[in-house]
C-alpha cells in the first residue's frame, strides 16, 4: 500500500511539474507555476523520505536528511530575498551549477557502490577482472551523469564570476582545438572503460572527473559577454540531463522526468536564444563573440553626437502620443524599474501611450527584464516581444532607451564586419525620436560601437538610469 502511495507521490509530482513549466511560458502566471512545481517537488521529497523502501528497509538516517533539508532551504531563501536584480543571473548560474555538482556526485556515490558490491578476490582467483560483469547500461549512465554533471558544475562557476566581474573572458591560441581534445579524449576512456572493464577502471573513472571539470572551466572562459545568455540556458539544460541520468539510476520516476523537462526546456530555450541572435550554437561556443576584443570599425570612428537636456527631453515626452521604452542592463544596475514605472504612470496621466519594448537577449539571462518590470508591477500587456515592438516603432514619437546598448544597434543590419551582423534587434531608429540614457559613451556588454549614437534623430540623456529618470519625471510632472 505504502507503494503505491508513493507512486502515486511520484505521479503528482510529475504532474505538477509539466503544469509548472506550462505556467512559466506566461509572465502572468510565471510566479504560480513556480508555487505549483515547488509544490509538487516536496510532495515527492517527502515521500522519498518516509515511504521509499528497499528489501523491507527505509531510508533512515532522519536527522542527517531534514539537518541538510533545513541548512539549504535557509541558506535558499536568505540569497533569494537578498539579492538584487542585477545579481539575479549569477544566482541562476550558481544554483545551476550545484544542481550539476549534485548530479555528478549522484554518479560517484553509485559507481562506488558498484566497486563495493564486488568481491575484488573472487573475480581475481578465476582470473577475470571484478568490473567484468557490471552491467553496461548502468555504466554508461554513470559516465553520462558524471560528466554532463561536472562540466554544467565547473562552466556554470565560471559562468558565475564572469556574471558578477570576478572573470574576465580569457582564451589562447588554440584553446578550442584543446577542448575539443580534452572532450574526445574524455569520451575515448569512458568509452573504453565501459566496454573494456579494466581493473583500472576507478583510476580511469577520477581521470573523467578531472577532465570534465577541465572541459567545464575552458568550455566557458572563451565566451564572450554577449553570448552569456545562450551559455546559462545551455548549461541549464545540462544539469536537467545529468539530473535524468540520475533519475534513470534510481528508477525514480519523478526525477527522471524533472530531469528530462529541465533538458529539454534548457535545450528548446538554447535554441531560441541562438535564433534571437541569428547565430548557430556551434557558432557561439567556438566564435567567442562579444568578449573583450571586438572587431574594431564596427562603428563609426570620431562620430558626432548631440546631448539633450532634461528639460527638453520631459517636453518631447510629455506632449507625445506614444513613447517605448527600451530597457536594458543599465536599468538593472541602476535598480530604477521602480521609477521607470512611476514615470509610465505619469506619461499616461498625460494622454500619452506607453508600452516596452522587450529583446530576448536583453541583460544577461533570458527573461531578465520581464522580470526586472515585473518587480515593479508594469502590466504584463505593456510587455512587446521583439517582433511585435518593431511594428510599433514605426508609429511612436518617442522611444526611451534606458541602459540598453548591443540589442539596438544598426550594425546588425547594416554593417557585415560586425560581429553582431545577422543578428535580429530592436528596430527602434523607425520612430521620430530616440532618446538614449548611458552613463557614458562605452561601448556596451558587447564591446561594439553602436551607431545609433551617431544618427540625426537620435540625442543622448547621460547619467545614471534611476537618477535620470528620477529628475525626468520631476520635469514631466511641472509641464
Known amino acids: 500500500m505504502e507503494f503505491n502511495i508513493l507512486v502515486f507521490c511520484y505521479l503528482i509530482g510529475s504532474v505538477t511539474f509539466i503544469l509548472g513549466l506550462k505556467m512559466l511560458s506566461n509572465p502572468a502566471t510565471a510566479r504560480k507555476g513556480n508555487l505549483v512545481a515547488a509544490a509538487g517537488m516536496a510532495i515527492a521529497i517527502l515521500g522519498t523520505i518516509f515511504l521509499y523502501e528497499e528489501g523491507g528497509v527505509k531510508l533512515g538516517n532522519y536527522g542527517w536528511i531534514f539537518s541538510a533539508l533545513v541548512i539549504g532551504s535557509v541558506i535558499g531563501t536568505l540569497m533569494a530575498k537578498r539579492v538584487q536584480m542585477t545579481a539575479m543571473p549569477e544566482m541562476v548560474s550558481l544554483f545551476n551549477g550545484m544542481g550539476g555538482a549534485c548530479a555528478a556526485l549522484i554518479s560517484v556515490i553509485e559507481f562506488r557502490h558498484l566497486m563495493h558490491g564486488y568481491d575484488a578476490a573472487t573475480y581475481a582467483s578465476n582470473g577475470s577482472s571484478y568490473f567484468s560483469s557490471l552491467d553496461g547500461t548502468t555504466m554508461l549512465i554513470i559516465f553520462l551523469g558524471l560528466i554532463i554533471g561536472s562540466v554544467s558544475f565547473s562552466g556554470s562557476m565560471v559562468a558565475w564570476g564572469k556574471l558578477n566581474g570576478k572573470l574576465k573572458d580569457f582564451a589562447f591560441p588554440g584553446q578550442h582545438i584543446i577542448n575539443l581534445v580534452i572532450l574526445v579524449l574524455n569520451l575515448a576512456i569512458a568509452t573504453f572503460v565501459i566496454v573494456a572493464r579494466p581493473e583500472e577502471t576507478p583510476l580511469f573513472f577520477y581521470a573523467i572527473i578531472v577532465l570534465s571539470l577541465l572541459y567545464g572551466l575552458f568550455f566557458v572562459l572563451p565566451i564572450g559577454g554577449a553570448d552569456m545568455p545562450v551559455v546559462i540556458s545551455l548549461l541549464n539544460s545540462f544539469t536537467g540531463v545529468a539530473a535524468a541520468c540520475g533519475g534513470f539510476l534510481y ?128 502590466s504584463y500587456e505593456k510587455l512587446l516581444e521583439m517582433e511585435v515592438a518593431n511594428e510599433e516603432f514605426k508609429t511612436s514619437d518617442v522611444v526611451l532607451i534606458l541602459g540598453a546598448n ?74
Not at 557558432?283 to 558626432?304: H, K, R, W, Y
Not at 540614457?437 to 540625426?456: H, T
Not at 529628475?471 to 509641464?479: C, G, T, V, Y
Open 406 to 479: 548591443d540589442v539596438v544597434n544598426p550594425a546588425a543590419k547594416s554593417d557585415p564586419s560586425s560581429p553582431i551582423y545577422g543578428m535580429p534587434i530592436l528596430e527602434v531608429e523607425q520612430a521620430k525620436h530616440v532618446i538614449v540614457n548611458k552613463r557614458s559613451m562605452k561601448p556596451g556588454y558587447a564591446g561594439i560601437e553602436n551607431q545609433l549614437f551617431f544618427q540625426p534623430k537620435t540625442s543622448m540623456l547621460f547619467g545614471d538610469a534611476k537618477k535620470a529618470l528620477q529628475d525626468l519625471l520631476a520635469e514631466i510632472r511641472s509641464i
Open 251 to 378: 528508477d525514480n520516476k519523478v526525477m527522471l522526468t524533472g530531469g528530462i523537462l529541465v533538458g529539454a526546456a534548457g535545450t528548446l530555450l538554447t535554441m531560441l536564444m541562438c535564433k534571437a541572435m541569428n547565430r548557430s550554437l556551434s557558432n557561439v561556443l567556438i566564435g567567442s563573440f562579444g568578449g573583450g576584443n571586438a572587431a574594431a570599425g564596427a562603428g563609426p570612428q570620431g562620430g558626432t553626437y548631440k546631448e539633450i537636456s532634461l528639460s527638453d527631453a520631459a517636453v518631447v515626452m510629455g506632449y507625445a502620443n506614444k513613447v517605448m521604452i527600451v530597457p536594458g542592463y543599465g536599468l538593472a544596475v541602476a535598480q530604477a524599474q521602480h521609477i521607470c514605472h512611476e514615470l509610465e504612470k505619469a506619461l499616461e496621466a498625460k494622454g500619452v501611450e506607453v508600452k516596452y519594448a522587450i529583446h530576448p537577449v536583453a541583460g544577461r539571462m533570458p527573461g531578465h527584464m520581464n522580470v526586472l518590470l515585473a518587480e515593479a508591477d508594469v
